[in-house]
């Protein structure tokens, strides 16, 4: 099996039709998802990705029934169907079926999506700088994690694919570094881990915000900022946190080649190390 679905309050496997072209969330993009893992038996930070996909839905205007521990316990059961071992992602979906720009709360529909995604070997990405920019909040629902607001990083990610790197540093209309068009950006300079403030032009995530306290609780020091795109040319290190791949080293900013760093490896040994014994458990 690699693909299960919770609709309708079952369980199906494959990938069913679920949304018609008069749907409100089709018309409008209205749908949001969160993302979580599940492997080695564990799925860290589940409640967490679980309550963001609520907030979010909320912030969109829809309606939603549930709550974060029934979510947590609906995807556990999922993954309990799984062979044991398998690396999972695990996506709640809200989306509303009626309304014309506005959606109807009242039409809010839920499924869960957990399919089978090796986690990627950490062997380095490169990256060079995109002329796509992260919205603000004025012009975006850049507080919740919407379908919306991929097109965008999709768009960054052709273009860095077709000047030959594999993805991309997006800069906010400030001018300042927000993210890479998948995840949450760091450097390191001097020992200092370095990411740049949520300033709500992009998700303040959930793997960031659990790195940034797993190293402050051993010492390093950790410094929310202003990050220029020199600052990331001239980094000691750099690399990208975020739930699909966990923690990541990026191997080569444009022409300049980096190599896997101190900062970079600790954090990723103290994210694994903590997701194993956090928890929660999949059954069985």
Same mark, same amino acid.
């Given at each position: 099996m690699t693909h299960l679905l919770y609709l309708d309050g079952k369980?199906?496997?494959?990938?069913?039709?679920?949304?018609?072209?008069?749907d409100q969330g089709f018309w409008f993009a209205t749908g949001i998802f969160d993302g979580a893992r599940a492997f080695d038996g564990v799925?860290?930070?589940?409640?967490?990705?679980?309550a963001r996909a609520l907030s979010s839905a909320a912030f969109m205007g829809m309606k939603t029934t549930q709550t974060a521990e029934e979510l947590v316990e609906i995807a556990l059961a999922g993954c309990a169907r799984f062979d044991k071992g398998a690396e999972l992602y695990i996506r709640p979906i809200f989306y509303p079926k009626d309304g014309f720009l506005v959606p109807d709360p009242d039409s809010t529909r839920f499924m869960l999506s957990i399919y089978e995604a090796p986690l990627p070997e950490p062997k380095g990405f490169s990256v060079h700088l995109s002329r796509f920019r992260r919205p603000s909040p004025e012009t975006a629902p850049t507080q919740a994690k919407a379908c919306c607001l991929y097109p965008i990083s999709g768009m960054a990610i052709r273009e860095a694919m077709d000047k030959g790197f594999d993805n991309a540093v997006l800069l906010d209309p400030d001018g300042n570094v927000a993210e890479y068009a998948t995840s949450n950006l760091w450097l390191a300079k001097d020992?200092?881990?370095?990411?740049?403030? *949520?300033?709500?032009?992009?998700?303040?995530g959930i793997t960031r915000q659990r790195v940034i306290k797993l190293l402050r609780a051993v010492g390093v020091e950790v410094v929310e900022k202003t990050v220029a795109w020199d600052d990331v040319k001239s980094a000691d290190e750099v690399f990208s946190t975020g739930n699909y791949a966990k923690v990541t080293p990026v191997i080569r900013v444009e022409d300049r080649a980096l190599q896997p760093g101190p900062i970079y490896r600790q954090a990723r040994a103290l994210y694994f190390a903590? *997701?194993?014994d956090s928890g929660p458990r999949v059954p069985g």
């Open positions: 369980w199906v496997e494959g990938n069913p039709p679920v949304m018609g072209v008069m799925a860290p930070d589940l409640d967490r990705h679980c020992g200092v881990a370095i990411t740049p403030t *949520a300033n709500g032009t992009f998700l303040n903590y *997701a194993r």
